[in-house]
């Protein structure tokens, strides 16, 4: 396993925002979504994307830079060692999408479904999911930096053995969320729903509200074992 990702300070540091040229120079794609595809400096919308009739899509080692992709339908697809870069994905539809080893930089998501998005051994740095539905979102073994979860709701994530460096939450909801064995550096969680949280002890050093103590308390307690009667 790679080493943990570590930061000196304990406030988290904010995700870059994707840099790319503006609408107006963004052209539309001139080759499909497809396995070993290329998109550079594109502005796709839902007709750009494979069709639902074919199945699901195979875009294993697809790359896409600089880009706008706009309610565009992958749901089911399987897209290992997918890579972002500089890139804004707004009401997509990415749910069950399978993208293992996947290179995600200075992304951002927004209003899409993720529910089931697998995202295990991945590495994210600089990406924000902002007003997105993300129950279920699989994170294992992946390696985070500086992510931002705004309004979004990550029912039952599982972030198992993960390594998370500066994560913040504004009004998330990870009730439920897996993160055990994880590795936490420079974590503020105020404003996100942590009930019911497994492995909260993997959460040391981490940064909640007082309104916060009773779930994540409660977490611990049933980690440990300790019986109330």
Not at 3 to 30: H, I, V
Not at 121 to 140: G, Q
Not at 144 to 168: F, K, P, W
Not at 215 to 223: F, M, R, Y
Request: net charge negative; glycine share 10%.
């Amino acid at each position: 396993m790679p080493p943990p990702l570590r930061r000196r300070s304990e406030n988290p540091r904010p995700p870059a925002a994707p840099s790319m040229p503006r609408r107006e120079q963004l052209d539309a794609p001139t080759s499909e979504l497809e396995a070993d595809g290329l998109w550079d400096g594109v502005l796709a919308g839902a007709a750009d994307g494979p069709d639902p009739a074919d199945g699901p899509a195979d875009l294993g080692g697809m790359e896409i830079r600089e880009s706008v992709i706009e309610g565009l339908r992958l749901s089911g697809a399987r897209a290992d060692s997918l890579r972002l870069t500089d890139v804004e994905l707004r009401d997509c539809d990415l749910s069950g999408l399978v993208a293992d080893g996947a290179s995600l930089t200075r992304v951002r998501f927004v209003d899409c479904r993720l529910t089931g998005l697998v995202l295990s051994a991945a590495r994210l740095t600089d990406v924000s999911f902002e007003d997105c539905h993300a129950d279920m979102l699989n994170m294992r073994m992946a390696r985070l930096q500086r992510i931002r979860l705004s309004g979004t709701r990550c029912r039952q994530a599982d972030l198992h053995e993960a390594q998370v460096a500066d994560l913040s939450t504004e009004g998330a909801d990870l009730r439920g969320a897996t993160v055990e064995r994880a590795q936490f550096s420079a974590t503020d969680l105020r404003g996100a729903d942590l009930e019911d949280l497994r492995g909260a002890s993997a959460l040391r050093g981490a940064i909640i509200s007082s309104e916060q103590v009773l779930g994540v308390g409660l977490a611990l307690i049933g980690e440990t074992g300790i019986r109330v009667l």
